[in-house]
C-alpha cells in the first residue's frame, strides 16, 4: 500500500473537470469555486458521521455516563470543521465579482441549497420542518432536489436521513428529561425546584430594581425598569412551566417541563462534580449550533461581497435567503433560553442531598 492508492489521490484529482468533465478547459477561477465546495461537502460527510455517532449514543437506554467524554469529543470536532470552514470564505474571496460572472451562467440553475448533506445535517440535528425558511416559490425544500423526472440521488440521500431514525434534538431531550433532580426525575420534584427557581428569580429582580434605585435615575426610568423586569419574570415562569407552548399536549407539556428544568439544573449547579460530562455536553451543543450560525453568516457575507444582493443561482433569494437562516434557525433553542434565566451561585435554590451528585469510589 503506498499514499497515492490510499487517499485515492488520482481519482479524487480527475473530479474538478466541471460540465465537461474536463479540467484542462477550465480557468482557474472555475476550478477554485469548485475544489472550495467539493471541500466543504467532504467536510459535511466527516461532520455528519460525528453528530450520527452522538446522537446513536444518547440513543441507548441508560446513556451510559463513561461515554459522555466521547460525544463531547464528536461535538468538538465538528465545532472545529465549521471554524475551519468558515476560514475557506476567504480563499472564495479571492474571486472578483467580474471572475465569478464569467463562469456564472454555466451554472444554470444549480444552487449551493442543494446541497444533500447540508440539508442532512440540519435534518439530523433537528430542524423542524415548521421553521424552514421558504425557498422561492418551493413548497417543500425537498422540491429544489427534485430533476425533471422528480428523482435525483440528493433528494434519495435526503428521504433516506429522515427515515434513518430520531435527530440529536430528540435524544438529546429525552435524556435530559430524566435528569434527576433532587435525585429524582419525578413530576413532583421537578414542579418543586421549579418553583424554587421562579421564586429565587423573583427576589433577585427585586435586588437589580433597589440597587438601579439607589443612583436614581427618574421615576418614569424606575417604573419603566419594574416593568421590564416584571415582563422578564412573566416570561420565564411561562417558559420553566411550558406555557409558552399554548398547543401542546398535557403529556408534551409535562416532557418540555422536565427537559427545561434539567437544562437549568444542570446550569445552576455546575460545581457538583457528578453533573460535570452532562453540563459539558450543554456547552458544547450550544457552542456547535453557535459555529453552525457564525458559518452561516459567514457565508452570507462572502455571497454578498462576491455577487452583491442579486438573484442567486437557480433563482434563489440569494443573500436574503442565507441571512435568515443564520438568524432564525436555532434548533437548540431552549438551551440558549436558559442561559437568560442563570442566578448567582448564591442565589440558586439549595439542593436537600448533594450527596447524590458526589463521585462516588468503590471499595
Avoid: C
Wanted: charged share 30%.
Amino acid at each position: 500500500m503506498n499514499y497515492w492508492d490510499y487517499i485515492q489521490v488520482e481519482e479524487l484529482l480527475s473530479l474538478q473537470g466541471g460540465i465537461e468533465r474536463d479540467d484542462s478547459k477550465m480557468s482557474n477561477d472555475e476550478t477554485l469555486f469548485i475544489v472550495v465546495h467539493q471541500i466543504y461537502e467532504l467536510w459535511f460527510k466527516l461532520i455528519l458521521r460525528e453528530l450520527s455517532t452522538a446522537r446513536d449514543l444518547f440513543q441507548k437506554r441508560p446513556v451510559p455516563d463513561m461515554e459522555l467524554a466521547s460525544v463531547v469529543r464528536s461535538l468538538k470536532r465538528v465545532v472545529t470543521i465549521f471554524e475551519q470552514a468558515v476560514q475557506h470564505f476567504k480563499v472564495m474571496e479571492t474571486l472578483t465579482t467580474r471572475d465569478y460572472l464569467e463562469f456564472r451562467d454555466r451554472l444554470f440553475h444549480a444552487s449551493g441549497f442543494q446541497s444533500a448533506q447540508l440539508r442532512e445535517i440540519e435534518i439530523l440535528l433537528g430542524l423542524d420542518d415548521t421553521a424552514r425558511i421558504p425557498y422561492g416559490k418551493q413548497s417543500s425544500f425537498k422540491d429544489v432536489l427534485r430533476t425533471p423526472a422528480g428523482d435525483s440521488p440528493a433528494l434519495r440521500r435526503v428521504e433516506a436521513r429522515l427515515a434513518s431514525g430520531p435527530s440529536l434534538k430528540t435524544v438529546l431531550y429525552e435524556w435530559l428529561s430524566r435528569t434527576p433532580i433532587e435525585g429524582s426525575d419525578n413530576t413532583e420534584s421537578t414542579n418543586r425546584f421549579i418553583e424554587a427557581f421562579i421564586k429565587a428569580y423573583r427576589s433577585e429582580n427585586r435586588r437589580r430594581i433597589r440597587l438601579a434605585s439607589k443612583d436614581p435615575p427618574s421615576p418614569l426610568d424606575i417604573e419603566r425598569l419594574k416593568e421590564r423586569f416584571e415582563r422578564d419574570a412573566t416570561i420565564a415562569e411561562a417558559f420553566l412551566r411550558a406555557e409558552d407552548v399554548p398547543d401542546a399536549s398535557p403529556d408534551e407539556r409535562a416532557f418540555l417541563k422536565r427537559v427545561r428544568a434539567g437544562i437549568l439544573f444542570l446550569e445552576s449547579y455546575r460545581e457538583l462534580p457528578r453533573l460535570a460530562w452532562p453540563r459539558e455536553i450543554i456547552d458544547t451543543v450550544i457552542e456547535m449550533e453557535q459555529s453552525m450560525v457564525l458559518w452561516r453568516q459567514r457565508h452570507a457575507r462572502m455571497v454578498e461581497r462576491v455577487i452583491g444582493r442579486r438573484t442567486g443561482t437557480g433563482g434563489s433569494p440569494g443573500v436574503d435567503y442565507l441571512e435568515q437562516t443564520a438568524e432564525r434557525y436555532r434548533i437548540f433553542g431552549d438551551l440558549w433560553t436558559v442561559r437568560s434565566l442563570l442566578l448567582r451561585k448564591v442565589k440558586v435554590p439549595t439542593i436537600e442531598n448533594t450527596d447524590e451528585y458526589r463521585f462516588r469510589v468503590e471499595d
